[in-house]
C-alpha cells in the first residue's frame, strides 16, 4: 500500500527551511532491521503495520465529534501556526516565586469537542489557530476506548520488551489544523507516533546546533531558534544543522527515540490532521563507555539542574559554567 504512485501531496505543501534533510528509513513493519535501530536509538518509520489501525479507519472528524465524549478537551490557541510548548510550573506567579517572567505564546483552554470542531471547520486566514491535545484516558467516550483497546498492543509490548523501556505513560491524541507546526524540541521519552504528514529529526548531538532553552526555563526542551527566521547572529552553529525527514502515509508509525530532537507539521492545504502517540518511560540505564550522545544530554541536564540547586538563582548558572570552562578546557 505505501506506494509512493499515490503521493497525497506535493512539495509545495511543504514549508520551506534552510537546512540540509535526508529520509528517515521506511521498513515494514516485520523487517527485523526495525529492532536493530531501535536498539541504537535510531528513527524508523514503520510501515504497513495495524499499530493504530482501528484509528485510521475510523477516526474522521465526524467520528471523532460523535464520540469523544462531553467532558471537555485542552485545546492551545495560537497566533500564528507555531504551538511552542511552555511549562506552566517553570512560569513566575504568586505561588511561583523562583519562576521565570514569561508571556506564553499560546493559550490553553478547555473546549468541548462541538465548539473545537466547529472553530476548526470555520477558521478562515488571519484568525487565531487551534490545535486538540487530548490525553486518550477514560473522559472520552467508549468508542474511542473500544478502538483504543484494539490498537496493536502486541506489537508495541514486544518492541516496549525486546528494547527495555519503561511504563507507557500516555497516549495524546492531536488534532490540529493544516499548517500547524509543533516547533523543535526533544522529550525524555521513547515515542511510537502516528505522526502528522511531516516529521523533522535531529539527533541528540545537535544539541549545540539547536540552541536549547535552559533547563529552568519554561521553554525547556525546546530550541531558542525559530526555524522560519532563524537569528544566524544569536545561534551561529544552527547553520551546521543536519536533520531527516519523513512525509507520513496512512499506516506508517514513526519511532523518535529519546532526547532526539522533533519537529511536527501538518500539510499546508492538506485539511485537519489527526494523530496519535505513545509515550515510553526511559528504560533503566547502564552506564556503558563510550557513553552515547542522548546521555551526555541528560548529564548536562542533570549538570544544570544541579547547579539550579545550589545557586538558588538562574542568573547564576550562566556565569558560573562560563568561569568554570574560559580558558580552561580548550583542549
Ligand atoms: C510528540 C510531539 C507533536 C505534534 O508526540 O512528542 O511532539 O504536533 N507531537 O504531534
Ligand atoms: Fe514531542
Not at 90 to 97: A, C, E, G, Q
Not at 105 to 120: G, H, I, N, Q, S
Not at 255 to 275: A, D, F, K, N, Q
Amino acid at each position: 500500500m505505501a506506494n509512493s504512485e499515490k503521493k497525497q501531496w506535493d512539495s509545495s505543501q511543504l514549508r520551506k527551511y534552510d537546512f540540509s534533510l535526508e529520509q528517515i528509513p521506511r521498513l515494514h513493519y516485520k523487517d527485523p532491521k526495525i529492532d536493530e535501530l531501535i536498539k541504537q536509538n535510531l528513527p524508523v518509520l514503520i510501515t504497513d503495520s495495524n499499530i493504530v489501525k482501528p484509528a485510521i479507519e475510523k477516526w474522521t472528524l465526524e467520528y471523532l465529534e460523535r464520540n469523544l465524549g462531553s467532558a471537555g478537551h485542552t485545546v492551545y490557541v495560537s497566533r500564528n501556526h507555531k504551538f511552542k510548548f511552555y511549562d506552566d510550573k517553570k512560569i513566575l506567579n504568586k505561588n511561583n516565586p523562583k519562576g521565570v517572567e514569561f508571556s506564553p505564546p499560546t493559550k490553553r483552554a478547555e473546549m468541548k469537542v462541538f465548539e473545537f470542531m466547529k472553530r476548526l471547520r470555520e477558521w478562515k486566514r488571519g484568525e487565531k489557530r487551534v490545535y486538540l491535545q487530548q490525553i486518550l484516558n477514560s473522559t472520552v467516550g467508549p468508542a474511542i476506548v473500544e478502538d483504543y483497546m484494539n490498537f496493536d498492543w502486541r506489537y508495541v509490548g514486544e518492541k516496549k520488551n525486546k528494547h527495555n523501556w519503561g511504563e507507557l505513560t500516555s497516549n495524546l491524541l492531536f488534532i490540529g489544523m493544516e499548517g500547524n507546526v509543533t516547533p523543535c524540541h526533544y522529550d525524555e521519552q521513547q515515542n511510537f507516533f502516528r505522526p502528522n504528514p511531516r516529521c523533522i529529526l535531529f539527533a541528540p548531538d545537535q544539541f549545540e546546533n539547536l540552541y536549547p532553552h535552559p533547563v529552568h526555563h519554561p521553554h525547556d526542551r525546546q530550541s531558542m531558534v525559530d526555524f522560519d527566521r532563524p537569528d544566524y547572529t544569536k545561534f551561529p552553529k544552527f547553520k551546521n544543522v543536519k536533520g531527516y525527514e519523513t512525509i507520513v502515509e496512512p499506516g506508517d508509525v514513526l519511532y523518535i527515540p529519546i532526547y532526539w530532537w522533533h519537529h511536527v507539521e501538518s500539510l499546508m492545504r492538506g485539511g485537519p490532521t489527526i494523530t496519535v502517540n505513545f509515550w515510553y518511560k526511559a528504560g533503566p540505564t547502564s552506564l556503558e563507555y563510550p557513553l552515547r550522545d542522548h546521555q551526555k544530554v541528560s548529564i548536562m541536564r542533570n549538570v544544570e539542574k544541579m547547579l539550579l540547586e545550589v545557586l538558588q538563582d538562574p542568573k547564576e548558572v550562566g556565569p558560573l559554567l562560563r568561569a568554570m570552562v574560559l580558558g580552561r578546557y580548550n583542549e
